[in-house]
DNA sequence: CAGTGGTCTAGACCACATA
DNA sequence: ATGTGGTCTAGACCACTGA
């Protein structure tokens, strides 16, 4: 075991010293031991540090650099990349979402009930016919224009009571420690109709923006699944892509 | 210059010999040398037919690897990919992103010139105006249906001739070690004008999904600033969201 | 068992950035 | 001129696959 200030490897651990490298380098980046848009030390500094090849300190970078963390400049150095912008792509409710986007989000009840899942709310949910549901459905509103049409469906026991859900359903939702940490989003154009567009007071046939999402918690149980409709000339959608993560190699070029 | 087979590589050429490999096996396997499900010379007999050191061979078939275009079984060999199995909103062009989703991609060039870039394209794409870019406008297709519209524009300094490039941008900018790490994508509902739905083949006033990327290199420098509009009643976008990161202090939820 | 990919080393030379 | 990243080599050992 080697431990030089924040980097430590261990030759006899099962994981290779690479990813080992590469972790004690996030972890340094995210201490702030190394600032935005400071250099890293030289790979042959770290080389030299650590007792590994120059070649092995370059793959733990090259990992670093396709998470976007790093990147490096020919003849200088490897420095730390300016923070993301972060997008919206992140797991937030409508509440969080508009307040991000320096709006001020309000809510319509249009119903809020306990009951027995559909077939396909309860394959949706992974619950049994017999477990009950609380079905959330609102318009959504920022600084009080309607924007949205959300209907939210999720396993009761997950819930406080249903009188204690305020304007935030995560918040609701975080009060019992069930605050999910991944989802999934899918987004569909299409044309308003006769209800929504009443709901939403846009022309019928106007642009939505269908978001169907199922999220769910660290142990995978899923949480919720919510149909929304936006109203396609007030609402964009941000999100980042990034490569697919490799399943062994290396490299990291230019 | 040494060629055998298919495979050939010149040690004097700037272009790195790793890529020159990289380059020949996806001749291969375009050409059907290798064919899909078969596996690739193993990375020694590489090695020993061309003259290049294994981790230099390694090197060439990471960069496919990343591609998708191959796929290692340790133990066995390296394989030629057959699909890829991407969970979509991952930083994929629209090729590989039909083949995910067992479609055919095809396209129809409306436009592919090097010009001076415009005074936006120059700021999405932080070049000066004096830098050219190559535009690429296409109506994209699966199964010979038409799904969207697209216009491409790209630093000409990032792609090899106007004339080398394909079906595919990303296959295009990765034969220069070009590939973008990663992309920011606006999404965003809205009606066919007239022009769109006579390319799409829809009415006027019909669903319109369109999407707005721009994707970068690990440096940060700008690779494509691309608009699309994909027809709404024939494409959704399918995204995963996550907890934002934690910042020092943790909290766990519970 | 022989062959494969996965990892790792200790060198080396180059082009480029910084100064 | 020095230091940096970019490329490349010729070995080596390991864990695993598959006949």
């Known amino acids: ?11 006899r651990s099962p994981t290779p010293l690479y990813l080992q490298l590469a972790e004690s380098l ?31 300190v370059r793959k733990a970078i090259d990992t670093l650099l396709r998470e976007g963390l790093l990147s490096r400049r020919p003849g200088s150095g490897t420095y730390v990349s300016t923070r993301i912008e972060q997008p919206a792509s992140l797991l937030a409710g409508f509440t969080a979402d508009m307040r991000t986007r320096g709006s001020r989000p309000g809510s ?6 306990v009951g027995p899942p559909t077939p396909e709310e309860a394959m949706m949910l992974a619950v049994g016919p017999g477990a009950p549901v ?14 949205a049409i959300e209907r939210a469906v999720v396993p009761a026991a997950l819930l406080p009571g249903v009188e204690e859900i305020g304007e935030s359903l995560y918040e609701a939702l975080g009060r019992r420690g069930n605050r999910p940490v991944r989802g999934l989003q899918r987004l569909q154009s299409s044309l308003a109709t006769s209800a929504e567009a009443q709901l939403l ?3 019928v ?11 769910f918690l660290a142990s995978g149980a899923p949480v919720e699944f919510t149909r929304s409709a936006y109203r396609g000339d007030r609402y964009d959608f ?7 993560p490799m399943r062994g190699g290396e490299e990291g070029g230019r």
Chains 1, 2 share one sequence.
Do not use: C, F, H, Y
């Open 134 to 147: 609380v079905r959330l459905a609102r318009v959504r509103t920022a600084d009080d224009e309607p924007l």
């Open 205 to 215: 046939g106007a642009a939505i923006l269908r978001i169907e999402r199922r999220s």
């Open 26 to 56: 996030r972890g340094m980046i995210s201490d702030g031991a190394v600032r935005v848009g400071e250099a890293l030390p030289s790979e042959r500094e770290l080389s030299a540090l650590t007792g590994i090849s120059r070649v092995t």
């Open 108 to 113: 319509v009840w249009i119903e809020k009930v």
């Open 1 to 11: 075991m080697l431990t030089t200030g924040r980097i430590s490897v261990d030759a």
């Open 238 to 244: 941000v999100t980042e892509v990034r490569e697919p």
């Open 201 to 203: 007071n846009v022309p």
